[in-house]
T-cell receptor, first 110, second 111 residues
């Protein structure tokens, strides 16, 4: 069974730009969660989607948004990028209590 | 909310045993996870405890005491490849399936 995939793997943007990251969950998994990971803050929850609806949301500003499609694939968007948005963005899919993570997208904002 | 505490860094010798502790405070406990994360890679699932006691899985074991808000991950017969960050994550009963992660313990295994 294929694992969680994320594209792109690496991305360089400049302040003020926007970015869209994509995540394809494991087949049959309807829940997709997004996390931001930085050395200083660890793994911080962004939001979770289930059946195309945002089910849970972390404490991030409105510049961070997401959506989920009918095939459970999910995208997250960050608008008006700031230097502090440089991080590893991880997507995780789940069918029950266990989350399975993708390889992440490493975003660098210059 | 939740508060999860684990040591920042530990070192151990190849072949030895190491215990990584995690303490937590939560208003309603609904499961504890351990993940392993190698540098530059995604976290991978190691264990899930929801009842008190020890769960053994090969060289790795995880223990939970709900009354003490305490868990540990035990790694036996350490190998160099076990050098990684170990993340403790706790889920509460607040209606969300989303666990809160600790900052991780960086384990360095040396020869």
């Amino acid at each position: 069974k294929a694992g969680v995939t994320q594209t792109p793997r690496y991305l360089i943007k400049t302040r003020g730009q926007q970015v869209t990251l994509s995540c394809s969950p494991i087949s049959g998994h309807r829940s997709v969660s997004w996390y931001q990971q930085t050395p200083g803050q660890g793994l911080q929850f962004l939001f979770e989607y289930f059946s195309e609806t945002q089910r849970n949301k972390g404490n991030f500003p409105g510049r961070f948004s997401g959506r989920q499609f009918s095939n459970s694939r999910s995208e997250m968007n960050v608008s008006t990028l700031e230097l502090g948005d440089s991080a590893l963005y991880l997507c995780a899919s789940s069918k029950d209590e266990t989350q399975y993570f993708g390889p992440g997208t490493r975003l660098l904002v210059l | 909310g939740q508060n999860i505490d684990q040591p920042t860094e530990m070192t151990a010798t190849e072949g030895a045993i190491v215990q990584i502790n995690c303490t937590y405070q939560t208003s309603g406990f609904n499961g504890l996870f351990w993940y392993q994360q190698h540098a530059g890679e995604a976290p991978t699932f190691l264990s899930y405890n929801v009842l008190d006691g020890l769960e053994e899985k090969g060289r790795f074991s995880s223990f939970l005491s709900r009354s003490k808000g305490y868990s540990y991950l035990l790694l036996k017969e350490l190998q160099m490849k076990d050098s990684a960050s170990y993340l403790c994550a706790v889920r509460d009963t607040g209606g969300s399936y989303i666990p809160t992660f600790g900052r991780g313990t960086s384990l360095i295994v040396h020869p």
